[in-house]
DNA sequence: CCAGGTCACGATTCCCTTGA
DNA sequence: TCAAGGGAATCGTGACCTGG
């Protein structure tokens, strides 16, 4: 089981461009729709009755998924096929969750992955075919391999599924909003695959959320950010109004510019100590902390179960908010 | 034996250089 | 002039090493 880690062959994934509702409308007619998992991107090579499972890199992952890849596993109906896929758990609401497959996707020791296995199941999503009985798929249309893979694996079990395909890119949009989920890809049906191409073909859709916060420390940065700054430390008031709670960290969405000015308007207000309670020891470790005085706007995409911002990306200042008038968006 | 630091890997985003 | 791609920064986790 040494497998893990290992670099080996394997096709790379096609990738996807950011896109706006507008261009993803005009892409085809009808769209092609499908969800956005927030999970971890594979290509299955499936060979002599085995899976060997491969993440966006090249990095041979098949010894993390037992259920998807031992004895055991599913069994594709053919000789030889490559799919293309998102490994995926779900929550108790049925939603993907990329913290809780973050328990298990380093683990490398046989016993913390069988019992991962156990707690943490997961489900492979396939959404294109790229091999198949030994022949090249890639040059098909979207639309011919997706039927293929749908003829071809249709029975299988569980840990192993074809999501579905809508066709109307504003609904699947607010469709996705309402049930939390990350946010959506339009693929033109007509495209071929390209492999380790990020192709305007593909257009991910993300919701994101906006959300103010308050600096209360800063993180020094290295390399190119070493004159200025990493990291900006953010809270929001609690409830009472009277503390602040940590909500994480800020470290892209500026331009050296706008480093510097932050780090011009934070200097003057250092202190010490940290102005809150609850910073991770590892945060908090190289921390120069200032007073809580300026605040500012971040997008985002959810909430952490800790309650700290995901993916946070600055988005600029708010003059005109005080610390105290910040609302907690849920 | 524990805590802390560093590294690796998964992810994303953005800047800046490059080349057409 | 503009798009594409490389590089580097971020987050979050576990593995590993080292010093007390």
Redesign the pocket.
Known sequence: MYTT?V?TTSLAPMLAE?GTAGVARALSEPSWVEVKWDG??AIGTWAEGRMLLH?????D?TARYPELTADGAPFLPVADAIVDGEIVAFDVHGRPS??LL??R?????PR?IEREVVRTPVVYMLFDLLRLDGHDLTGLPLRERRTLLEDVIADLDAPVQIPPVFDDVDAALAASREFGLEGVVVKDPRSRYRPG??S?SWLKL?HTRMQEVVVVGI?P??????STL??LLLAVPEPDRRRLRYV?????????RILRDLLTRLEPLRIDAAPLDGVP???A??ALWVRPEVVGEV?F?NW?P?G??????WRGLRPDKRPDEIVVES
């Open positions: 880690g670099r950011n971890i991107r993440a966006r890199r090249g990095t992952i990329f913290s973050q328990n996707m380093h683990l490398t020791r913390e191409q990020r305007p993300k993180r940065g290295k390399g190119d950010r070493e990493g990291s994480g960290r800020v470290g892209t969405g500026f331009t050296d020891v590892l945060d470790s190289d997008e995409a952490t800790d700290v911002l995901r993916h946070a990306r």
